[in-house]
């Protein structure tokens, strides 16, 4: 089992005067936990000229991450680009491999979702930065994901969290009322630009602490 470093903090108090009905889950780091770090370990223990620490700095700097996941680019140009780089040997099957498996169960929420929200009467959703290549990973993998079925997706909607453009699309979509609405999310940014728009919010740190603030807003526990 990979493990799990990540500690949660309320950045917004509950808004009492709106009853929760909606819950959107953030997907990484919140209902899988995941790090790019096996990614590049992977690449530079085949790739002599891939050192790991110079192929996370490059994927950083050219922000490869959120270009894929806004779906500027596809995976198998960001690979070309790397291999051009770093004068890669690896086929595209080993580093697509290697690209998607840096993602583990998150065992607390996985439990959470299955003995407590299935059958809340809560509207679950699951807005996320993700390209295709890792939601097929996960739906493949953790089928507990699998069970909340309305999305939006950063590839599909071509825009990234913070941008608001997503949790617009979110709202529309799903003719949400943001204060009817708690979003779990673990990166503070994120947290920050959707209380911008109203929305109810939980910073995902640690599932202890996720739950006590969670009951505020739910009453589940």
Known sequence: MKPNIYNTQLLSLPNT????????????NTL??????????????????????????FFSDQKLDLKIGSNRIK?????????????????YADF?????????????MKNFIENKLLNSGYRLYMLSNVDASHINFIDNNFPYVKHIKNRVLSYKVKAVKPDKKIYRHLINKYRLIPGETLFIDDLRQNILSS???GLNTIHYTSHKRFLKEF???TGIK
């Open 96 to 108: 697509h491999f290697l690209y998607c498996d840096i993602f583990w169960e998150n065992t607390q």
């Open 17 to 28: 005067n709106n009853k929760i009905k909606n819950i959107v889950f953030d997907l990484g």
């Open 215 to 217: 009951k505020k807003f």
């Open 32 to 57: 899988v936990y995941f790090d790019y770090c096996y990614f590049y370990d992977g690449v530079s223990h085949l790739e002599k000229n891939a050192n790991a620490r110079k192929l996370k700095k």
């Open 195 to 197: 209380n911008e728009l």
């Open 75 to 91: 995976i198998k140009d960001a690979f070309k680009i790397l291999k051009k780089k770093f004068n890669l040997k690896i086929g």
